[in-house]
T-cell receptor, first 113, second 112 residues
Framework: DAGITQSPRHKVTETGTPVTLRCHQT?????MYWYRQDPGHGLRLIHYSYGVKDTDKGEVSDGYSVSRSKTEDFLLTLESATSSQTSVYFC????????????FGPGTRLTVT | GENVEQHPSTLSVQEGDSAVIKCTYS??????FPWYKQELGKRPQLIIDIRSNVGEKKDQRIAVTLNKTAKHFSLHITETQPEDSAVYFCAAQWTGANNLFFGTGTRLTVIP
């Protein structure tokens, strides 16, 4: 597996609380992505980054924000968690644009009660 | 944006038989089509990909075909084995995009 980790791996939080998930890579890849995975929906892109401080929205970005202050770290923040954000969150990295292989992190299971 | 449809959602085959999963895409400008395999509780991993200038690609028991005119592509697994049991995702990227659009997944079960 590529050098990509996610923290925490599991989290239970209450509705209305802020949550930050961290993705860390040691591959020096330019692109980083946050997906959520839900039954019946596959993998849906939340946000992605194409460089330090360069980010863009994906198809399900409402309620989420991201930051990338260093090449190796990409943070996903839920400003005020809702039950609809209960999901498994995957970070992915790729050397260049999406037409290169994406390597996925181990995932974070988030439960919002 | 791109829309990717994947069928079937579940597929059961006997060990040794072949399995075929099909995906259609909406944007004729799409040019990259990867397939990912996700075992239970694990992360998705790329198993094969194809670009729009190629009609077919093989890697041992796995092959992918692309029909640009009809805008569909398929994953073929021959001589299936129990370890092929997993969820398979297709994806597409259209020219100029920085991200992939994934299908909803196919749960393949290989019965010993």
């Amino acid at each position: 597996d590529a050098g990509i980790t996610q923290s925490p791996r599991h989290k239970v939080t209450e509705t209305g609380t802020p949550v930050t998930l961290r993705c860390h890579q040691t591959e020096n890849h330019r692109y980083m992505y946050w997906y959520r995975q839900d039954p019946g929906h596959g993998l849906r892109l939340i946000h992605y980054s194409y460089g330090v401080k360069d980010t863009d929205k994906g198809e399900v970005s409402d309620g989420y924000s991201v930051s990338r202050s260093k090449t190796e770290d990409f943070l996903l923040t839920l400003e005020s968690a809702t039950s609809s954000q209960t999901s498994v969150y995957f970070c992915a990295i790729s050397e260049e644009r999406a037409s290169y292989e994406q390597y996925f992190g181990p995932g974070t299971r988030l439960t919002v009660t | 944006g791109e829309n990717v449809e994947q069928h079937p959602s579940t597929l059961s085959v006997q060990e040794g038989d072949s399995a075929v999963i099909k995906c259609t895409y909406s944007d004729s400008a799409s040019n990259y089509f990867p397939w990912y395999k996700q075992e239970l509780g694990k992360r998705p991993q790329l198993i094969i990909d194809i670009r729009s200038n190629v009609g077919e690609k093989k890697d041992q028991r796995i092959a992918v075909t692309l029909n640009k005119t009809a805008k569909h592509f398929s994953l073929h697994i021959t001589e299936t084995q129990p370890e092929d049991s997993a969820v398979y995702f297709c994806a597409a990227q259209w020219t100029g995009a920085n991200n992939l659009f994934f299908g909803t997944g196919t749960r393949l079960t290989v019965i010993p």
